[in-house]
């Protein structure tokens, strides 16, 4: 059942809201009635709100009428406030509130009282939401614009086309010359966009530094970081951020000031993700509802095509995040051949048409342990060179095969040793490499080019990553015969795929599941998903409604699941206030703000399985089962006082 409509009325005695309250419930809808019977009871109650509408009944006199009216109207300008009246004292009532009620409602035709509410609140809803939203959007804009940290967004030519105060003062540039399309990063033939672009797409943050000379002084260096925006049509923007360079014999920067306005674009940055990750985590999960149907192959390809654009706003969202929180390397058990099929598609998105891209991977392709951002760099500084090979176009294949190899001979530049590898295949058609050029390629800045036209092939950095990973490489390459460039990464052994046993409780004997979040399309959804998976569910859209919940199903709820950032009371106080409660609830997060130290504060708290927005319908599913089966841990003094005094 949905939430209850909260209704303040206006009558003089109960007795008056009882034909209101039946109509009501002989058409299925709940509501929580307030009775006032002056302004002076509205102001306290609306203190107490939030408020779904209010009824003003005509049993009252005018002067209260008016008066509470005016207080409403002061307190919440949108609030739906209908006037149920008999059709004979209609035209004395409107005299008196014709200026701020939404609509009048006859009582011959009362049978109505159930549809209008059920509009009016539901567009009262929407308003409010809008607004909230964008207040939202005002405040992050102020925020961008007067925070001190200088933020710009360039186009593909490196010309600014917006810039915040912070970045006009360090760049010495004035907002008339941004306007004019005369600001730039570069001077003309200095932008690095090849090098930039190559490190963007592989999913990282190109940082560089850039001299600047303001007010004939003399010339300093400045660090950029630059990533790249989503974007419609064929453009291509970037979001800059530029500081000055670290100074000091051991290169610290000034570690305070920096500090801070990291901090504070970080913040912004993860509310912005906040946001989009709401958004984007019911077009995922109904896309997987809807995947489930029976389909026709038109519609399951449209299907299809929701899942994918939305994985490809959270990885957006992902670079946003790693762009102001920075990232470290990491190395984990991963599958590559979605590695692959990305970097693929990255390619033909990029590549030139005249170049066609054919990826060929094997369903059952090993594991390996590696970094995947350095694994996909690798890839790109291969396909990169395979591109540059085919000036007038031509063919590139991607394939990837399991190898159990035997000791091979050590190579001046890898030393391979003997098991299972992951070789990783790009080739091209072009003209191939002169045996000298092809007998150095892993050497640094070894180049196919003219003086003045690169740097070189860029395998030295791609042996690096082969290294770092316990792998080696391989080139084929002969004159006139086109490239192969064969990367091999070691197998991931048995013992450390072997996933854990995780007891899967049934859903009919997992009590029941509060699930808890703001946004009603993930309420929604999530009810669906878990209902249709068996289990019993119950929703609220803020704290304090989960918390009453709690309180009258206590017994009931074996698994709470809530979002963080939630107006009123937030996730965090929900769950403190839940385990003071019942110290052995189990409890679980999906949240779109997954920072690192939201994850250390959820562990101290017994916090174990945290869904990162947008999440797919099986990873909610899979998320729960671990939930209910792990047993509750959390610092043992945090809940101390709940468990001493048996709460």
Known sequence: ?????????????????????????????????????????????????????????????????????????????????????????????????????????????????????????????????????????????????????????????????????????????????????????????????????????????????????????????????????????????YIVARQPAAIGGDGAADGGFTAQRHELFAAIAGGIAHDLNNILAPITMAANLLGEQPLSEENSELVETIEHSAERGAAVIRQVLTFAHGSENCAVALQPRYIIREVARLAAEVFPPSIAIRADVPSTLWPIVGDPGEIQQALVNVLLNAREAMPEGGHIAISAHNHPLAPLPATPFFNPEQGDFVEIAIEDDGPGLDPDVASRAWEPFVTTKGSGQGAGLGLCRVAGVLRSHGGFGQLRARRGKGTRVSLFFPRLSAVEAAPAAVFEMPAQDAGRILVVDDEEPILTLSRRILEGAGYEVMVASEGREALGLFARHRVDIGLVLTDLAMPGMNGFTLLWALRRSKPDLRVMVATGQGTEANLRELEKMGVREVLLKPFSSRRLLDGVTRALAEPVQCEPDLFLDAVVNGD
């Open 1 to 237: 059942m949905s939430t209850p409509w909260k209704v303040l009325a206006l009558a003089t005695r109960e007795a008056e809201l009882t034909p209101l309250r039946r109509v009501l419930e002989h058409a299925g809808r709940s509501a929580e009635w307030q009775l006032v019977r002056s302004g002076e009871d509205v102001a306290r109650f609306m203190a107490e709100g939030p408020w779904d509408a209010a009824i003003l009944t005509a049993h009252i006199s005018h002067l209260h009428l008016a008066q509470v009216l005016a207080e409403l109207r002061s307190r919440e300008p949108l609030l739906p406030i209908l006037l149920v009246v008999r059709m004979t004292e209609a035209a004395a009532l409107l005299e008196v509130v014709r200026s701020g009620i939404t609509g009048v409602l006859f009582t011959d035709v009362l049978s109505l009282l159930p549809d209008t509410l059920d509009r009016e609140i539901q567009r009262y809803r929407e308003a409010r939401l809008q607004g909230q939203r964008q207040q939202r959007l005002h405040w992050l804009e102020s925020a961008v614009s007067s925070a001190p940290v200088a933020l710009a967004v360039v186009d593909r030519g490196g010309t600014l086309r917006w810039a915040n105060t912070a970045y006009l003062a360090l760049a010495g540039l004035t907002a008339e010359a941004i306007e004019q399309g005369a600001a730039r990063i570069w001077t003309a033939g200095e932008t690095p966009w090849a090098e930039i672009n190559q490190v963007i797409h592989a999913g990282r943050t190109w940082r560089g530094t850039i001299p600047s000379t303001q007010d004939g002084a003399a010339v300093v260096l400045h660090q950029l970081q630059i990533a790249r925006l989503a974007s419609t049509g064929d453009d291509t923007w």
